[in-house]
């Protein structure tokens, strides 16, 4: 797989899961898929407020993703091949929370998309 397919296949995930957090945090009844299912419905505000921090995690994980494939920021290449492992174990640590979350329908929908995001940000830290 190249770069820029890896790449650009973390960033399609990357966009699912942020739309998937904006509409928690705008209060879609969703909490069951998330965070172990332990917010069933409607998040409370604090964790409302987790997930508008987590879309900025993620949207600074796209762009190290997306420099590292030389996609976007030549003069960030640098910081992006150290920053990308940071990203790797990022996913990977995400891929180990989701297989084991006593969440069936986490476990069902997340890992998926966490163990493409590992193989995509490996693929790329290693390119």
Same mark, same amino acid.
């Given at each position: 797989?190249?770069?820029?397919?890896?790449?650009?296949?973390?960033?399609?995930?990357?966009?699912?899961?942020?739309?998937?957090?904006? *509409?928690?945090?705008?209060?879609?009844?969703?909490?069951?898929?998330?965070?172990?299912?332990?917010? @069933?419905?409607?998040? @409370?505000?604090?964790?409302?407020?987790?997930?508008?921090?987590?879309?900025?995690?993620?949207?600074?994980?796209?762009?190290?993703?997306?420099?590292?494939?030389?996609?976007?920021?030549? *003069?960030w290449y640098a910081v992006s091949e150290k *920053?990308?492992?940071v990203v790797a174990a990022v996913s990977a640590?995400?891929?180990?929370?989701?297989?084991? +979350?006593p969440s069936k329908w986490e476990r069902i929908?997340?890992? @998926?998309?966490?163990?493409?995001? +590992?193989?995509?940000?490996?693929?790329?830290?290693?390119?």
């Amino acid at each position: 797989m190249s770069m820029a397919l890896a790449a650009t296949i973390f960033g399609i995930l990357i966009t699912v899961v942020v739309l998937f957090q904006l *509409a928690l945090a705008a209060g879609m009844p969703w909490g069951h898929l998330a965070m172990g299912g332990r917010y @069933p419905g409607v998040f @409370p505000p604090a964790m409302r407020i987790a997930a508008l921090v987590q879309i900025g995690v993620l949207a600074l994980l796209v762009l190290i993703v997306l420099t590292r494939a030389q996609m976007i920021f030549p *003069a960030w290449y640098a910081v992006s091949e150290k *920053a990308i492992w940071v990203v790797a174990a990022v996913s990977a640590i995400s891929l180990v929370l989701n297989v084991m +979350t006593p969440s069936k329908w986490e476990r069902i929908l997340w890992s @998926p998309v966490a163990l493409l995001m +590992t193989v995509c940000s490996i693929v790329i830290a290693l390119g």
